[in-house]
């Protein structure tokens, strides 16, 4: 007995049946959008995510603000832990009449806040220099907000003491504008 050959194996060609390549790439989870409006074209890119959109697009002058932000921040700090008498002289024209701990805590506290000026200027990612930005302004609003009020309390309001307010709303304007332009979308191409 003579063994009947098999008619030849038809295959289905679903790369032109459009209707069985949409449900295919349905049930593989790739062609739709996700949440930030991203379509992506395999798995594999979905998984991993899109390197362009991790990608920033930096401001004009964004590191170099940080980095003038990174060394003023250091050596302010610096003079209030060495010489914390003088630099409340030069700010408030006045003799110290309390203790240098204070000026020396705040010396600290400024120090910490250049250390975290110097992690941003060496980073790439978008997160750490909004949140390095959005510090540096929470900053100069406390140290405005706080020096008007000390000025007021002592009574007196000196030429240096107004420049070290604008300075201060200067450098605060500054941060926010660089944040905001860091915090908006790109257009996507």
Known sequence: MAAKPHPPLMK????????????SRKILGV???DDDGEVHRSKISQMLGNEIKFAVKE???????????AV???????MALVFPNQLYEVVFDAEQTVTSISVRLYGGAV??????????LYTAEKVIIQWTLLSEACYFAIQFFVTSVTLVE????SNASILLLLSRLLFLMVS?????????RPKKI
């Open 12 to 23: 289905k060609h679903s790369q032109t049946d459009l209707v069985s390549r949409l449900k």
């Open 176 to 184: 926010l504008a660089y944040y905001y332009q860091l915090q908006r």
């Open 72 to 78: 003023v921040f250091t050596v302010v700090a610096l």
């Open 59 to 69: 401001p004009v002058g964004l590191r170099l603000w940080i980095l003038f932000s």
């Open 154 to 157: 002592l009574g007196f309001l």
């Open 31 to 33: 062609g739709g959008e």
């Open 111 to 120: 120090l910490s806040l250049s250390l975290i000026m110097w992690n941003g």
